[in-house]
């Protein structure tokens, strides 16, 4: 392991250009000739560069190159389902929900359904969803900063906690978007320049081949991986349906001007998150190669980062880890900061809100702000380490298990009701974040059981659905009344001017 | 509306509110008679919120079973002039419209039976909801046993319903009164304003038709929007637009005298704002910014993303104004100069809550800012 300072200088500069852009992107002032160019809205592929910038998190980064190289070809189930998400959400809930007005998920609850319970039940998902989603981003830069410089690992983690907290406390990501558009190329050049030319060393060195085995046979439960086929189902279940459900991608999507821009940014997204995920499995595979000890570690996580070093060695080695630290950095920061921006609104409009206790807006902002990530902080400080991408697709389960009904029947099912929508949050988190809380308290468990709370989304999603749809047949005379207006909104195309 | 029934129809509510307070901190609950007024306000307390709602047959129905525990009768019912809006418990069905059109027409209370039928046996009291002289409907109590003290409560009860939906009428006006302000806002477009653009672009005309051209194409856009009739709010991109056409025009006057600095972040861009909500600021600030001096003045306009919120702000460096001034305009008690600005003050607070009410912060000489704060979303506010 190369101790070397290289590395946290890079990760230094893009901490320093992240607060640049996000301080300054906008303070660009515009003078009275080009007044319009200073409210043009967002085009399609700088928004789609946000979206994929603030989504592509340590799991994508890191974790995803770590799983193939333990768990073989099973794992790219993994990259195809954090893109087919998008597919999803594309399909059936990009336009109507932009439509809908809504910024956050309680809001689309509010306005589908009119309930304040129902918010109510919303908002503390929500939180709790960004604090399950907010802890890999702690745990991954723990062990990046362990594997590159040799500092324990919670100092990785106070970097990013406190970085977040100060920029998005002060209000210094003005320019959000430009910052998470800027991330998702820096990221993209991170993973993509070390993984050519590591495919470049590895032809000249003869295109050195191991002993694959199982690894390549799809479904063969490598790397002691049981019931593989209920697992991948599940992981199939839980990143195609918990996309749309996290929280800091519909606040994103509130950036488009209507619903026909949101599906153009949707399908930019699907195609700038493809371009991405080619490169972390090339990581994997060549991890087999040069790194085959890591497998099956806690480490497996950091082969992005070590395998350049590995192959290249002195000067080139380091700067393309440099490189790649930098762009791991760039990962952590900027999904942390677009779930902490998120969680913050929630708990301060919402939770906090309740009472007059809090002070103002703003106030009751920064106090949600601390509590959006000192608890995640904590959580990454005493909770076993797991797969980073393992724990990602437990949030996707849990997104997956509620706010997917939520969505997809109360922008499809005109007689969904607010206790069938309540039941299933209810049901689909309960079951999805106890399987979660067991795991991560007392995981990991063995046998069919352990199956289950390992990768719960596969019964939680249909449990919540059915939950949901028998629920609201039964209170069938309690469909809300402003259904049909509701249900005009969301689905009438942007041309019909409706204001009328 | 009878200033004098609003005033006492208020005063009882304080009255009522305050004796059920009274009562609900006694140590112990009084005597028999206190707790039977207790219970009686209680129950009060449960139909007003329906009928705040009007006279309509949802409110009605909801209240009609508290108004039947208040009355102590077998039955309930509610008519408005032309039909019945609900009709709780037994025998309630058997009436019809014209037993209680004698009530209707002459404002008095009376005692009728179901045709058809004679002896003792069901009664109907019904006694009528009159707000300002006018019948509006009737309340009627069902009853096998119709005594003096049933008469007397029944019109005692019709008249504090009365009084409840004279309070919904006061709602509902209070809502028209601002949409006419909102409508006179629009055709409030300052006189001064039209008559100064025209003048403009007249001294283009020979000198430069062509810009000339583009001026008036600005202008005719700029009315199409400020007087378009549908709609309480518009997102913050077709107001900004808007303000950029009316600032062309003031910068086809005022030359370079006019200095403009434009920030505004994309992601805040779709926000629902009330229409012509900023139009009134920014006409103050280039007023007020170069309003007695030579030199040039700066007009900031400023629109930042806030997580949930967004906050938008107008600025200039000019004169300012005496901040107890502007705290009176904001009140409304102004002297007409600024009406713009507490015309946009009411309709935040109405669309979003007190909370989202416009800071102004301003001192002589010392320019002036005006900010708010716009939710990104709000229940029932679509752009």
Same mark, same amino acid.
């Given at each position: 392991?190369?101790?070397?300072?290289?590395?946290?200088?890079?990760?230094?500069?893009?901490?320093?250009?992240?607060?640049?852009?996000?301080?300054?992107?906008?303070?660009?002032?515009?003078?009275?000739?080009?007044?319009?160019?200073?409210?043009?809205?967002?085009?399609?592929?700088?928004?789609?560069?946000?979206?994929?910038?603030?989504?592509?998190?340590?799991?994508?980064?890191?974790?995803?190159?770590?799983?193939?190289?333990?768990?073989?070809?099973?794992?790219?189930?993994?990259?195809?389902?954090?893109?087919?998400?998008?597919?999803?959400?594309?399909?059936?809930?990009?336009?109507?929900?932009?439509?809908?007005?809504?910024?956050?998920?309680?809001?689309?609850?509010?306005?589908?359904?009119?309930?304040?319970?129902?918010?109510?039940?919303?908002?503390?998902?929500?939180?709790?969803?960004?604090?399950?989603?907010?802890?890999?981003?702690?745990?991954?830069?723990?062990?990046?900063?362990?594997?590159?410089?040799?500092?324990?690992?919670?100092?990785?983690?106070?970097?990013?906690?406190?970085?977040?907290?100060?920029?998005?406390?002060?209000?210094?990501?003005?320019?959000?978007?430009?910052?998470?558009?800027?991330?998702?190329?820096? $990221?993209?050049?991170?993973?993509?320049?070390?993984?050519?030319?590591?495919?470049?060393?590895? =032809?000249?060195?003869?295109?050195?081949?191991?002993?694959?085995?199982?690894?390549?046979?799809?479904?063969?439960?490598?790397?002691?991986?049981?019931?593989?086929?209920? $697992?991948?189902?599940?992981?199939?279940?839980?990143?195609?349906?918990?996309?749309?459900?996290?929280?800091?991608?519909?606040?994103?999507?509130?950036?488009?001007?209507?619903?026909?821009?949101?599906?153009?940014?949707?399908?930019?997204?699907?195609?700038?998150?493809?371009?991405?995920?080619?490169?972390?499995?090339?990581?994997?595979?060549?991890?087999?190669?040069?790194?085959? *000890?890591?497998?099956?570690?806690?480490?497996?996580?950091?082969?992005?980062?070590?395998?350049?070093?590995?192959?290249?060695?002195?000067?080139?080695?380091?700067?393309?880890?440099?490189?790649?630290?930098?762009?791991? =950095?760039?990962?952590?920061?900027?999904?942390?900061?677009?779930?902490?921006?998120?969680?913050?609104?929630?708990?301060?409009?919402?939770?906090?809100?309740?009472?007059?206790?809090?002070?103002?807006?703003?106030?009751? =902002?920064?106090?949600?702000?601390?509590?959006?990530?000192?608890?995640?902080?904590?959580?990454?400080?005493?909770?076993?380490?797991?797969?980073?991408?393992?724990?990602?697709?437990?949030?996707?389960?849990?997104?997956?298990?509620?706010?997917?009904?939520?969505?997809?029947?109360?922008?499809?099912?005109?007689?969904?009701?607010?206790?069938?929508?309540?039941?299933?949050?209810?049901?689909?988190?309960?079951?999805?974040?106890?399987?979660?809380?067991?795991?991560?308290?007392?995981?990991?468990?063995?046998?069919?059981?352990? &199956?289950?709370?390992?990768?719960?989304?596969?019964?939680?999603?249909?449990?919540?659905?059915?939950?949901?749809?028998?629920?609201?047949?039964?209170?069938?005379?309690?469909?809300?009344?402003?259904?049909?207006? &509701?249900?005009?909104?969301?689905?009438?195309?942007?041309?019909?001017?409706?204001?009328? | 509306?009878?200033?004098?029934?609003?005033?006492?129809?208020?005063?009882?509510?304080?009255?009522?509110?305050?004796?059920?307070?009274?009562?609900?901190?006694?140590?112990?609950?009084?005597?028999?008679?206190?707790?039977?007024? =207790?219970?009686?306000?209680? /129950?009060?307390?449960?139909?007003?919120?329906?009928?705040?709602?009007?006279?309509?047959?949802?409110?009605?129905?909801?209240?009609?079973?508290?108004?039947?525990?208040?009355?102590?009768?077998?039955?309930?019912?509610?008519?408005?002039?032309?039909?019945?809006?609900?009709?709780?418990?037994?025998?309630?069905?058997?009436?019809?419209?014209?037993?209680?059109?004698?009530?209707?027409?002459?404002?008095?209370?009376?005692?009728?039976?179901?045709?058809?039928?004679?002896?003792?046996?069901?009664?109907?009291?019904?006694?009528?909801?009159?707000?300002?002289?006018?019948?509006?409907? /009737?309340?009627?109590?069902?009853? @096998? @046993?119709?005594? &003096?003290?049933?008469?007397?409560?029944?019109?005692?009860?019709?008249?504090?319903?009365?009084?409840?939906?004279?309070?919904?009428?006061?709602?509902?006006?209070?809502?028209?009164?601002? *949409?006419?302000?909102?409508?006179?806002?629009?055709?409030?477009?300052?006189?001064?304003?039209?008559?100064?653009?025209?003048?403009?672009?007249?001294?283009?005309?020979?000198?430069?038709?062509?810009?000339?051209?583009?001026?008036?194409?600005?202008?005719?856009?700029?009315?199409?929007?400020?007087?378009?009739?549908?709609?309480?709010?518009?997102?913050?991109?077709?107001?900004?637009?808007?303000?950029?056409?009316?600032?062309?025009?003031?910068?086809?006057?005022?030359?370079?005298?006019?200095?403009?600095?434009?920030?505004?972040?994309? *992601?805040?861009?779709?926000?629902?704002?009330?229409?012509?909500?900023?139009?009134?600021?920014? *006409?103050?600030?280039?007023?007020?910014?170069?309003?007695?001096?030579?030199?040039?003045?700066?007009?900031?306009?400023?629109?930042?993303?806030?997580?949930?919120?967004?906050?938008?702000?107008?600025?200039?460096?000019?004169?300012?104004?005496?901040?107890?001034?502007?705290?009176?305009?904001?009140?409304?008690?102004?002297?007409?100069?600024?009406?713009?600005?507490?015309?946009?003050?009411?309709?935040?607070?109405?669309?979003?809550?007190?909370?989202?009410?416009?800071?102004?912060?301003?001192?002589?000489?010392?320019?002036?800012?005006?900010?708010?704060?716009?939710? $990104?979303?709000?229940?029932?506010?679509?752009?």
């Amino acid at each position: 392991m190369t101790e070397s300072w290289w590395p946290v200088l890079a990760v230094i500069a893009v901490v320093v250009v992240t607060f640049v852009i996000g301080t300054f992107g906008v303070r660009v002032s515009r003078t009275t000739s080009d007044f319009l160019v200073a409210s043009r809205s967002v085009t399609p592929l700088v928004n789609a560069s946000a979206i994929s910038g603030e989504y592509l998190s340590a799991a994508s980064f890191l974790g995803i190159a770590g799983l193939v190289l333990t768990y073989g070809v099973d794992m790219l189930w993994f990259p195809v389902g954090y893109t087919v998400g998008y597919l999803v959400l594309l399909v059936l809930v990009a336009a109507p929900l932009r439509r809908s007005g809504a910024y956050t998920l309680p809001d689309f609850a509010e306005m589908r359904l009119g309930s304040q319970r129902l918010r109510l039940i919303a908002s503390v998902l929500v939180v709790l969803i960004g604090w399950l989603y907010l802890l890999p981003q702690f745990q991954g830069a723990g062990i990046t900063l362990h594997a590159l410089t040799g500092a324990p690992s919670w100092v990785g983690a106070v970097v990013v906690a406190v970085v977040v907290g100060v920029t998005v406390a002060t209000g210094g990501m003005r320019s959000i978007t430009s910052v998470q558009a800027f991330q998702y190329w820096l $990221k993209l050049a991170a993973i993509s320049i070390p993984a050519v030319l590591l495919v470049g060393a590895w =032809f000249r060195h003869g295109a050195p081949v191991f002993a694959a085995g199982d690894w390549g046979t799809p479904l063969s439960g490598y790397g002691g991986r049981d019931y593989p086929v209920y $697992k991948t189902y599940s992981i199939v279940l839980a990143t195609f349906l918990g996309t749309m459900g996290l929280p800091h991608v519909l606040v994103r999507f509130y950036t488009n001007p209507d619903g026909r821009a949101t599906r153009r940014t949707t399908l930019v997204v699907l195609g700038l998150l493809s371009a991405f995920y080619v490169f972390p499995p090339v990581f994997g595979a060549l991890g087999r190669v040069y790194t085959p *000890e890591l497998a099956g570690t806690p480490a497996a996580d950091t082969v992005v980062l070590l395998l350049p070093g590995r192959v290249f060695g002195g000067w080139w080695g380091e700067a393309l880890s440099s490189l790649v630290a930098a762009g791991a =950095f760039a990962a952590f920061l900027s999904t942390a900061s677009g779930l902490s921006v998120s969680i913050a609104g929630v708990l301060s409009h919402d939770l906090l809100g309740r009472t007059r206790r809090f002070g103002d807006g703003v106030r009751r =902002f920064r106090i949600g702000t601390l509590v959006a990530v000192v608890v995640p902080f904590l959580l990454a400080l005493v909770a076993g380490q797991l797969d980073l991408a393992q724990t990602v697709t437990l949030a996707f389960a849990v997104a997956a298990s509620t706010f997917c009904p939520l969505l997809v029947l109360g922008i499809w099912w005109p007689r969904l009701t607010v206790r069938g929508a309540s039941a299933a949050l209810v049901v689909g988190g309960g079951s999805a974040l106890g399987a979660v809380a067991l795991v991560l308290a007392a995981g990991p468990f063995t046998g069919f059981v352990g &199956a289950l709370l390992d990768q719960p989304a596969a019964w939680t999603v249909p449990l919540a659905f059915g939950t949901a749809v028998v629920v609201s047949l039964r209170t069938r005379d309690r469909v809300p009344r402003a259904t049909s207006a &509701a249900m005009v909104r969301l689905h009438a195309p942007d041309e019909l001017d409706l204001r009328r | 509306m009878n200033p004098f029934a609003v005033v006492a129809a208020a005063a009882a509510g304080t009255f009522v509110a305050a004796l059920a307070r009274w009562l609900l901190h006694r140590r112990d609950l009084g005597s028999e008679a206190d707790r039977a007024t =207790f219970a009686t306000l209680h /129950t009060a307390s449960l139909a007003a919120p329906a009928l705040r709602e009007g006279l309509t047959p949802d409110a009605a129905t909801a209240a009609a079973r508290h108004l039947r525990t208040l009355l102590g009768s077998r039955g309930v019912a509610l008519t408005d002039t032309e039909r019945v809006l609900t009709a709780e418990g037994p025998g309630a069905d058997l009436l019809d419209m014209t037993l209680v059109a004698p009530v209707l027409r002459t404002g008095r209370s009376a005692m009728t039976r179901p045709p058809g039928t004679a002896g003792p046996g069901l009664r109907f009291v019904v006694a009528p909801l009159v707000i300002d002289d006018r019948v509006l409907g /009737t309340l009627v109590a069902v009853t @096998d @046993d119709a005594t &003096a003290v049933l008469a007397r409560t029944t019109t005692e009860v019709a008249r504090w319903v009365s009084a409840q939906i004279e309070l919904a009428e006061l709602d509902a006006s209070r809502a028209r009164l601002a *949409e006419a302000e909102v409508r006179a806002l629009r055709a409030q477009i300052s006189p001064h304003f039209i008559y100064n653009a025209l003048t403009a672009i007249a001294s283009y005309v020979r000198t430069d038709p062509e810009h000339a051209r583009e001026l008036l194409l600005e202008f005719a856009d700029f009315t199409r929007y400020s007087f378009r009739r549908h709609g309480d709010f518009t997102t913050l991109a077709e107001e900004l637009r808007s303000i950029d056409r009316y600032l062309t025009l003031e910068r086809a006057r005022f030359g370079d005298r006019l200095q403009l600095t434009v920030r505004v972040a994309p *992601e805040v861009l779709p926000v629902a704002v009330p229409y012509l909500c900023l139009q009134p600021l920014v *006409e103050n600030a280039v007023r007020h910014g170069l309003e007695g001096r030579a030199g040039p003045g700066r007009v900031t306009i400023l629109a930042e993303d806030a997580g949930a919120d967004c906050t938008i702000s107008v600025e200039d460096d000019g004169i300012g104004a005496d901040p107890e001034q502007v705290r009176r305009a904001l009140v409304g008690e102004g002297d007409g100069d600024s009406i713009g600005v507490g015309n946009v003050d009411e309709r935040l607070r109405l669309a979003f809550g007190d909370e989202y009410g416009l800071v102004v912060e301003t001192g002589p000489g010392l320019g002036t800012k005006v900010s708010m704060r716009v939710p $990104k979303y709000a229940p029932g506010v679509h752009a």
